[in-house]
Structure formats: structure tokens, C-alpha cells
């Protein structure tokens, strides 16, 4: 997919950028060329010989550069390309795209350039959760350029939050995304994803058998297509899907959080199993066992986050996709459901544990919209998510 692609690889001076080394191999191995540039402080943490080695071509990193600059000057450096990928991203190389300088190569490449900007933050967690950065993020998200992480972890500096760059593949699957010409290119779609977790004390809680699998599978047919996804998933067992904003979510009320948060989207697919109920006050403590005394829970309903955003008389995504899990009277029930909840679709299947559905690889479902009931035969999950995907590129093609 990125064969004759040629990427324009500016490396910020952090720890991560020894990850790009591995990135640039990554790339050429899909037949990209890339062209390195290198900040100064880059050169502090990998030298220019082992980018130039593996690139298999110069590193600029000077802006003034008479050499280089006679061979091809810093204007046509930052156009050739067909992309370009900042990693790792510093605070301070964010802060000056978004300020808009340009006192040394990288930073005015950035403002000579007019191809698409990827960029991949790395940087300690309170500098990245710092107001300034947070401030910058938003502003560049406003000009178009598009983010891959920073991950949550252990850092380097032995802080532990987000601020991790995204691992190689990520930034591959990122870049393959912006310069993929699926359709859904453009469309920014969210997916909800895996269980919830409902705190009873701090070391307790009520979940369900839920394991993301068709919602990952979902966000990564969605990502395959071309679209911007947001994955907001509660604790889950199915690894991550790469190429997706990944919000990680423990109950129901933090999942709407995140939800209303990453609106506005063209569509939204509700894939997660949300506990329909919440202890009403969990303790702060661990509840301690008392001889002869039971603890009884009083529950209270949880939001209903697919409910929430189908009723939004404002920036409702144009289509709206609910599953219904039911034990019987799938489709009667899923239609009921379709109705009170004011979803477009419902993605009916039956959990009955006879199935193997629940937690399974497989998955047999009706689609169900006003133009009626669709019944698709047993397949893989990946598959389900893959024709879903397709389903929605189509809807979201007519309407546009
Ligand atoms: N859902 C949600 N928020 C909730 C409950 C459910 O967003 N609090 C979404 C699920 O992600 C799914 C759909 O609603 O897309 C159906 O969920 P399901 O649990 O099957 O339906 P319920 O509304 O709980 O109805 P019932 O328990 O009667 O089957």
C-alpha cells in the first residue's frame, strides 16, 4: 500500500526517536521511501548515520545548509513528499508547529509544507498533560494535522501515564490510514468496545462475559476502509486495535464521558456491553466480611450511552448502529429495541450460551433498520465487522 510513497521523516530530539529506526524499516519494507530530517537534540539521542543507513538516503537537518541546499532547496524538501510524519514529537516541536515558527530546518518544513502532517507525541506525562501542550494539540487538531498516540505506560524517565509514543506499527498503521483512499476517507467514526466494569469497593467490581472481540474487529475493518476511528473500550481481553484514538474506559459513566468527548463523529458504532447497572454507592473502602452479616447492594440504572446519542437534538452522527444481544425472540425484541432507543440499525445476535457467541470467534446476525430485517449467515467476527464496515461506508456515501 505505501509502494512509490515517499514520507518525510522529521525526528524530534527525544528517547523515543531510537523507535524510529525500527519505523524506518517498517516503511521501506512497504516500499516507502522515506526522507530523513533530523532536529538537532534528535542527534543527541540517535546519530545521523544509522537514519541515513537505514533510509538509504541524507539526513538534512541544517537549515542553512549551502551543500544541500543547492541540490534541493528546503521549499521543494518539504513538497515532495506525500506525507508528513513528525516522530517522535516533542512539547517543544508541538508548541512551535502550533505557534507557527520556523527557526530551523524541521520547524520550517513544517510551515513550507502542503502535504498531510502525521505526528506521534512523545514526551514525559506532566509535560504532555500540561495545559500548554493540551492547548497546542487542540490547535493543531484545528489546522488538519492528524495524531497517532502518545500511548499510556512506563516511561523512560520511569514516570508512568501517557506521553509513550506509539509503537512502529501504530505509526505504520497511522500512515497507511492518512494516505489510504478507502472509503471512508475523511469520516471519523467512533466504536464502543468490551465490557464495563462496576466498582463495588476499590478491589471489587460487576462486569459481564463481554470480550471486544467484534468491536475491535469492527474498529479495524473501519480503520482498513480509510476512516478516522475512536476507539472507546472498557477493560477487554482482545489486544488493541492499531491505527485507532484509543480511550480506555473502566464503567459506564466514564464510557458516555468519553463519548460526548469524542464527538462530533459521522458515525457511531455501540458494540460494547455496557452494565445496565451501577452499585449506587460504592464504598471507599474494601467492604470487610462481618460474621452472620450479608452486604446487600442497592443498585441504580446506568446511563444509556447508545440511547444518549441516537436522542441528541444537536451534531447527532448521521448514522447511528446499536447491537442487541438477546437470549430470545432475537428479532422481535431487536426491532423493540431499535424503536425505543433511536438507533438507525440494530446488529441483533443470540447469546444463548448454546451458541458460543458470546466470547466465541463466530457471530450469526440480523441486521435490523426501518427498511427491515437483514439475517446474515454464521461467520467469522472479522468477517461480520468487515461487511458491517462496507454497510456503513455505503450509508455514509449517500448521505454525503
Ligand atoms: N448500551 C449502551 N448503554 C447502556 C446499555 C446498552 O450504550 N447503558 C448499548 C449497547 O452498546 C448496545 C445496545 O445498547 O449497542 C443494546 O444493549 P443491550 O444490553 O442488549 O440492551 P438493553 O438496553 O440493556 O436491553 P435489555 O437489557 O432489555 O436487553
Not at 50 to 58: I, P, R
Not at 340 to 365: F, H, S, Y
Not at 376 to 381: A, E, I, Q, S, T
Request: proline content about 6%; aromatic content about 4%; glycine content about 10%.
Amino acid at each position: 500500500m505505501l509502494g512509490g510513497k515517499r514520507i518525510l521523516l522529521i525526528i524530534g530530539g527525544g528517547i523515543a526517536a531510537y523507535k524510529c529506526l525500527d519505523l524506518i524499516r517498517r516503511l521501506r519494507e512497504r516500499g516507502a521511501a522515506v526522507t530523513p530530517v533530523m532536529t538537532r537534540a534528535a542527534g543527541e539521542f540517535v546519530t545521523p548515520l544509522s537514519v541515513a543507513a537505514l533510509a538509504g538516503e541524507t539526513v538534512h537537518s541544517d537549515l542553512f545548509d549551502l551543500t544541500a541546499e543547492a541540490e534541493m532547496g528546503h521549499i521543494q524538501l518539504s513538497r515532495v513528499a506525500d506525507l508528513v510524519v513528525v516522530a517522535p514529537a516533542t512539547a517543544d516541536l508541538l508548541a512551535k508547529m502550533a505557534g507557527g515558527h520556523a527557526d530551523d530546518l524541521a520547524s520550517t518544513l513544517l510551515m513550507a509544507t502542503d502535504t498531510p502532517v502525521l505526528v506521534a507525541p512523545a514526551m514525559n506525562v506532566r509535560m504532555y498533560e500540561h495545559p500548554a501542550t493540551q492547548r497546542n494539540i487542540t490547535l493543531l487538531k484545528g489546522d488538519g494535522v492528524r495524531f497517532v498516540g502518545p500511548n499510556a505506560g512506563d516511561m523512560a524517565c520511569g514516570e508512568h501515564g501517557p506521553g509513550r509514543m506509539s509503537e512502529p506499527m501504530e505509526i505504520v498503521a497511522a500512515i497507511e490510514q492518512a494516505m489510504g483512499d478507502g472509503p471512508l476517507r475523511g469520516k471519523r467514526v467512533l466504536v464502543t468496545s468490551g465490557p464495563t466494569h462496576e466498582p463495588i469497593d476499590p478491589v471489587r467490581y460487576i462486569a459481564n462475559r463481554s470480550s471486544g472481540a467484534q468491536g475491535t474487529a469492527i474498529a479495524k475493518a473501519l480503520v482498513a476502509l480509510g476512516a478516522e476511528v475512536v476507539f472507546v473500550t472498557g477493560p477487554a481481553d482482545a489486544p488493541r486495535p492499531v491505527g485507532c484514538e484509543m480511550v480506555e474506559v473502566e464503567s459506564a459513566q466514564e464510557m458516555l464521558g468519553a463519548v460526548q468527548d469524542a464527538l462530533p463523529v459521522d458515525a457511531g458504532v455501540f458494540a460494547a456491553a455496557v452494565a445496565d447497572w451501577r452499585v449506587k454507592v460504592a464504598s471507599g473502602s474494601k467492604i470487610k466480611k462481618e460474621k452472620g452479616k450479608l452486604p446487600t447492594l442497592e443498585f441504580i440504572e446506568n446511563p444509556d450511552i447508545l440511547a444518549t446519542v441516537s436522542q441528541m437534538s444537536e451534531g447527532r452522527p448521521g448514522l447511528v448502529v446499536g447491537f442487541a444481544a438477546e437470549t430470545c425472540d432475537v428479532i422481535g425484541n431487536a426491532q423493540a429495541k431499535r424503536l425505543r432507543k433511536g438507533c438507525d440499525w440494530i446488529v441483533a445476535n443470540d447469546v444463548r450460551p448454546e451458541t458460543g457467541i458470546m466470547g466465541g470467534t463466530e457471530n450469526a446476525v440480523h441486521l435490523i433498520s426501518e427498511g427491515g430485517v437483514e439475517d446474515w449467515p454464521r461467520m467469522g467476527k472479522d468477517e461480520v465487522a468487515r461487511r458491517l464496515a462496507v454497510r456503513i461506508a455505503e450509508a455514509l456515501a449517500r448521505e454525503s
